[in-house]
Structure formats: structure tokens, C-alpha cells
């Protein structure tokens, strides 16, 4: 996890978090000294190979999935709403 923005621009430099983790110690720093930011996550190796699937509207997950399976989808898989009324779907 890095802090950014409402822009969704990174706070800090994240090169390095592309192959190391924050510690928690870092992550809480942030918060306190960024006033509360927004966090985004890097994905990829240094996850743990997380995938997250970004659909800018919800109906654009229903349309990728289909409506029964994007249902049964949403009860066995995280589904994350965002602000605008898109989702995150992390794997």
C-alpha cells in the first residue's frame, strides 16, 4: 500500500514498494503525517501476485460477467464499490 491523493497520485515515492512492502510503522506514519490520505495498492509480485479487476461501473461488471454469475460472484468474492459507483474486484 502507498498514500495518495484524491487524484489517485501517489504521496510518496513508490518505486521501492514495487518490490518491498511498507511496514506498518510506515503505513501509520503515513496516515498521521498525510492527514488521513487515500491508499492505493500495488499489485503484482510484492502482493502476492494480486490481480484487481477495475470496472468504472458497476454495469460494466455485470456486462464482463453476466448477471447470475456476477451474483454469485459477489458471494464468494470480495466486491468493493468505489465512490462513482464502479467496483474493484481484487483476485
Do not use: R, Y
Not at 502507498?2 to 504521496?11: Q, S, Y
Not at 506514519?29 to 491508499?39: I, S
Not at 492505493?40 to 484487481?52: D, E
Not at 477495475?54 to 464482463?64: N, S, Y
Amino acid at each position: 500500500m502507498i498514500p495518495v491523493d484524491d487524484k489517485k497520485e501517489a504521496l510518496v515515492s513508490w518505486k521501492d514498494f514495487e518490490k518491498t512492502k511498507p511496514t506498518w510503522g510506515q503505513i501509520q506514519e503515513w496516515d498521521m503525517k498525510l492527514n488521513k490520505p487515500n491508499f492505493a495498492v500495488i499489485c503484482g509480485p510484492v502482493s502476492g501476485n494480486l490481480i484487481i479487476l477495475d470496472f468504472e461501473d458497476i454495469k460494466d461488471a455485470v456486462l464482463f460477467f453476466g448477471n447470475d454469475k456476477f451474483e454469485k460472484l459477489k458471494g464468494t468474492t470480495l466486491v468493493i464499490g468505489t465512490p462513482h459507483n464502479g467496483v474493484h474486484i481484487p483476485l
